[in-house]
């Protein structure tokens, strides 16, 4: 079967969220379309891993900063400094990998590659992380409420980030809280959801907490005036959405104002916080 027929096949089959779907055909039409632009053209189904490298590198030029994209090094340089796009080259290898998954169950190849040295590494620790224990998290409280103009000038900003991480939004969906999906209920709570822009899925729905409900209504009048086409919730001072090493950054910060908080180990990190939540969960909820 054809390349692009089989996968075709695959994503008409009905297996996959729709969200997957549109990422997988994108990922893997721009993979085939490569193979057949090289010179001589490359066979999908007979690829090795330093063909697959070689297209990768064409995405990860401006995020290597002159390395070559030959291993390790440069995998785990992309994940110190470029988090988003190394987590954006993950999702690439997963799409491949599933296609290749695909192509074998359909008889088109005997054996899938194995990309496992062409993932950056952000995503592998398959363990959520550690959550805060009771006292962590009521000291976390404290060290948020304490965070002012004396710590930061845009303490209002980051009193929500950190509030909508208990909410338990990742930090990257922190970043993507939208102004278009952002709804008073009249009720004294608020509904936000976080969309998957590159991927244009709408994002799960959050009912706020009262905390977060008052740091977002305190931080929407003080909200920097949004670039043309951003429609991000949280913004830096240029009017850009926040980055996603932001809410990383400023966990550490918050948590250094507590001795608790401070000699953790491991350290309290945005996606700690975001598992733990507000409340405890309830025995066999």
């Known amino acids: 079967m054809d390349p692009r027929t089989l996968l075709d096949d695959w994503l008409n089959s009905g297996a996959l969220r729709p969200s997957s779907r549109i990422e997988y055909e994108r990922e893997v039409t721009r993979w085939i379309t490569w193979c057949t632009s090289q010179y001589p053209p490359v066979d999908p189904y007979q690829v090795s891993i330093e063909d697959i490298a070689a297209w990768c590198a064409g995405y990860l030029t401006e995020v290597l900063d002159g390395r070559l994209f030959d291993g390790p090094d440069a995998l785990a340089h992309i994940a110190d400094h470029y988090p988003a796009a190394a987590m954006t080259h993950d999702r690439r290898i997963t799409a491949l990998t599933q296609y290749y998954e695909a192509c074998k169950t359909r008889g088109a190849i005997r054996l899938v590659p194995d990309l ?43 009193r929500l980030v950190a509030f909508l991480l208990l909410e338990g939004l990742r930090p990257a969906e922190v970043t993507r809280v939208d102004m278009r999906h952002l709804y008073d209920l009249e009720d004294g709570t608020w509904e936000v959801r976080a969309p998957d822009y590159e991927y244009e899925a709408v994002g799960k729905k959050h009912i706020l907490e009262p905390l977060t409900v008052a740091a977002l209504r ?45 000699r953790r180990d491991p350290p309290v990190t945005a996606d700690a916080i975001a598992h733990t939540g507000y409340w405890d969960t309830p025995a066999g909820g």
């Open 116 to 158: 496992t040295m062409l993932r950056s590494g952000v995503d592998r620790d398959a363990n959520p992380p550690r959550r805060l224990t009771p006292t962590e998290r009521a000291v976390l409280f404290t060290c948020i409420g304490m965070w002012g103009p004396d710590h930061a000038r845009q303490y209002l900003r980051d």
């Open 218 to 262: 305190a931080y929407l009048p003080q909200r920097p005036r949004p670039a043309d086409g951003v429609h991000a919730v949280v913004l830096g001072q240029t009017g850009r959405p926040i980055t996603t090493d932001y809410p990383n950054k400023l966990v550490r910060q918050i948590c250094s104002t507590h001795e608790l908080l401070a």
